[in-house]
């Protein structure tokens, strides 16, 4: 190509017929004009709008492969060439591909290295840098490690030093590590030496004494890291995760002991990076929270305690011993608002709640994040948070003044009293007061406190609730059935929701699903609300599948539903996203037992996919399909998603419902590695439930094993 004319060739291709993120791609002709263009602003906006269509969220398309050749001309023609390389190194490095063969965006980008590798030896230093990261991209290792090597051999420049070695590190880890055990020498450049210790862990080496020293010297090491690898822009907490990677003992002290190095440090800059390495730790590793709370302890004080008080928090009664650290930081200031204060009052609520109590009392108000702390005990892995008269007292006197609230606040207040149940009968005037202000919460909160209470506290609550029933509140028509078992406030409201233009109908129908046959009267209006029949959207097939589960509780006729659930199976193939819509609806299938066997092929087709197969496996189960895979190949995909963290629960759920002779030696072996193993199965989710949802999986893992027998060889 003649670089003085790079967009050569640009209006001949037909780019309305190739696809991006956005659809058609016939604007890639116009962004690639604006990239060689004298307008800078012009430039900016092409860059941006093509990262977001040919390199969506690291999706590539078809336009991606077809736009490169053009991008390496103008890149090396001179225009914006570090940016259009770093895009180039994008595309080449992903593996998420959309409408294009597998790798073929990466080779596209390979065929450019004629054009592309004499970049290496650029004036710039930025553009040397970024093309060593965006030529190691390409796997072609045959024609870009000469050059990186020979780059090696000449550059200086510390910082393009770095990302040489970074490069000749993933196309050959060996010799990149060769080149590592010298370049961690403390004599070398900061970049130099972070740059070897990844290519002797990326490498497989055995961690050494001089990587250690080496890693602890780069501290605080943020500002040293190349921006091009996201994924370790935290230095130290990317080696501690790399080192709990290999699940070895010696490995995962090492990592233990940079932690503990971090956290001791006098410079808080230094601790900061500890608190994250040890956040990392405690999110990948079994023992890290036993293992480092006493570390952790020891470096709270009132400058860290927002960067440390949400770990400890997460920790739980493991970081009990914290308490005394945070009593004093949590307690002060409380007819104020303090943000310090609140975060130290919010890992205290999680730790050691009982001591939290009478200081969330003295702050109600001003503490939100403490309040919303109690909250998150309430689930079904926790008891609620302690009762606590005086907190009790403090709660009634918010509710008493409903001007006041705002924002999450009446939720957590209420939460917190359903959470108390008959405890806070005195609590029950307060409630029925707030009932005009906040309905959805206030609602719950008495039909939960005064089930188990005196038919004298129930009367003025089952007024109340009657008395807003009528108003077609649908929140306090169900309390009120909950309370008195009359169901017609409740069909009266849920008809109401289910007729009007913009209603809430998965909630409606999740309330009709409640009623059983009672709600027979409401088919009708469910039918009707079925919507657009070719909807794909993900709102649309979970609305589809509440549906559904609505008709079939309080219809019991299954061919309706079932071609409900047909429908939402089909459209779900039209949507990308919509994998866990098809979970939902394979749940909802389960419920039809043998009825829902129509289903079965759209089931067995989900078993490939480790997100929607556990709910797939239960809905075979239940409609117990004669042409099923065996049970054991069933266990062995339910284990496949627990083990890539998919739908951990939802695994358990599907083992539990195939029973002990679905196990083999191998697949409960598979299992107790899941169980017993320091490495923690559900790594992502929410990030204040991902430690305790871990180890609800793993008593319930626990609980198979036991119920199946030990297998012949457990994990270590």
């Not at 060689?36 to 040919?54: H, I």
């Not at 690898?229 to 080192?243: Q, T």
């Not at 695994?651 to 697949?667: I, K, N, Q, S, V």
Request: overall charge negative; proline content about 7%; glycine content about 8%.
């Amino acid at each position: 190509m003649d670089l003085v004319h790079p967009l050569d060739g640009l209006d001949a291709f037909p780019w309305a017929s190739s696809s991006h993120a956005y659809g058609s791609a016939e604007d890639v002709p116009d962004l690639l004009r604006a990239l060689t263009g004298t307008d800078a602003d012009a430039a900016d906006e092409a860059l941006s709008e093509l990262y977001g269509s040919v390199l969506h969220q690291g999706t590539v398309y078809a336009a991606s492969a077809e736009a490169a050749p053009f991008l390496a001309g103008i890149a090396a023609a001179g225009h914006r060439t570090a940016d259009v390389l770093a895009l180039l190194g994008g595309m080449a490095e992903s593996d998420d591909e959309c409408g294009v063969a597998p790798g073929a965006v990466r080779a596209a980008v390979a065929e450019q290295l004629p054009l592309l590798l004499p970049l290496l030896t650029d004036a710039e230093p930025d553009v040397r840098r970024t093309a060593a990261w965006a030529l190691s991209h390409t796997h072609a290792a045959e024609a870009v490690l000469p050059a990186l090597r020979a780059r090696w051999a000449e550059e200086t420049e510390p910082a393009v030093r770095a990302e040489v070695l970074s490069g000749i590190a993933r196309l050959d880890p060996g010799h990149a590590a060769a080149e590592a055990a010298v370049a961690l020498d403390p004599s070398r450049p900061a970049e130099v030496r972070l740059a070897a210790v990844f290519a002797h862990l990326d490498a497989g080496a055995p961690w050494t004494g001089a990587a250690h020293t080496a890693m602890l010297s780069l501290l605080p090491a943020g500002s040293v890291r190349s921006g091009f690898d996201i994924d370790r822009g935290e230095p130290l907490a990317s080696v501690v995760e790399i080192l709990l990677g290999r699940d070895h003992e010696p490995e995962r002290e090492a990592a233990f002991a940079l932690v503990d190095a971090a956290l001791g440090d006098d410079r808080a800059e230094v601790r900061a990076e500890g608190r994250w390495a040890a956040d990392r730790a405690c999110a990948l590793s079994r023992s890290a929270p036993r293992r480092l709370v006493r570390s952790l302890c020891a470096a709270v004080d009132e400058e860290s305690v927002v960067g440390t008080a949400s770990l400890l928090g997460r920790l739980g009664s493991v970081a009990e011993a914290a308490a005394d650290v945070l009593l004093p930081l949590a307690g002060r200031n409380p007819d104020r608002a303090d943000d310090h204060a609140d975060r130290a009052l919010e890992a205290l609520v999680l730790v050691a709640p009982a001591q939290a109590a009478p200081l969330l009392a003295a702050g109600l108000g001003r503490r939100p994040r403490a309040l919303g702390a109690t909250t998150g005990l309430l689930d079904p892995q926790h008891h609620a948070f302690p009762y606590d008269s005086g907190l009790l007292d403090a709660v009634r006197a918010r509710l008493a003044r409903p001007a006041e609230l705002s924002g999450n606040e009446p939720w957590r207040l209420t939460n917190l009293l359903a959470g108390w149940g008959a405890e806070a009968v005195a609590a029950l005037p307060e409630l029925c007061a707030a009932l005009p202000h906040f309905p959805q919460q206030a609602s719950r909160a008495l039909a939960a406190v005064a089930a188990d209470g005196a038919p004298a506290d129930r009367a003025p609550v089952v007024a109340a609730l009657r008395a807003a029933a009528e108003k077609e509140v649908l929140p306090a028509a169900k309390a009120l059935y909950d309370l008195t078992d009359d169901p017609a406030p409740l069909l009266r409201c849920l008809a109401h929701e289910l007729g009007r233009d913009g209603g809430d109908l998965r909630e409606a129908a999740r309330l009709a699903a409640a009623l059983g046959p009672r709600g027979a009267a409401l088919a009708p209006l469910l039918h009707g609300a079925l919507g657009d029949p070719e909807n794909s959207t993900m709102p649309a097939l979970d609305t589809g599948t509440a549906l559904a589960e609505a008709l079939w509780h309080v219809t019991g006729d299954p061919d309706p539903v079932v071609a409900v659930l047909e429908s939402v199976f089909a459209r779900a193939e039209r949507n990308q996203w919509s994998r866990w819509s098809v979970a939902r609806a394979a749940r909802a299938t389960a419920l039809l037992g043998p009825a829902g066997r129509p289903l079965a092929a759209r089931l067995r087709a989900a078993l490939g996919d480790p997100v929607q197969a556990p709910a797939a496996i239960l809905a075979l189960v239940a409609v117990a399909d004669p042409a099923t895979p065996d049970r054991t190949a069933l266990a062995a995909a339910a284990l496949t998603s627990a083990e890539l963290d998919a739908d951990p629960a939802g695994a358990c759920d599907a083992l539990e419902a195939l029973g002990a002779a679905a196990l083999t030696d191998d697949l409960l072996r598979r299992l107790a590695v899941l169980a017993d193993g320091d490495a923690r199965v559900v790594r992502s989710g929410i990030e204040n439930r991902v430690i305790d949802q871990d180890e609800s999986f793993r008593n319930r893992a626990r609980a198979l094993l036991a119920a199946c027998g030990n297998p012949t060889t457990t994990a270590s």
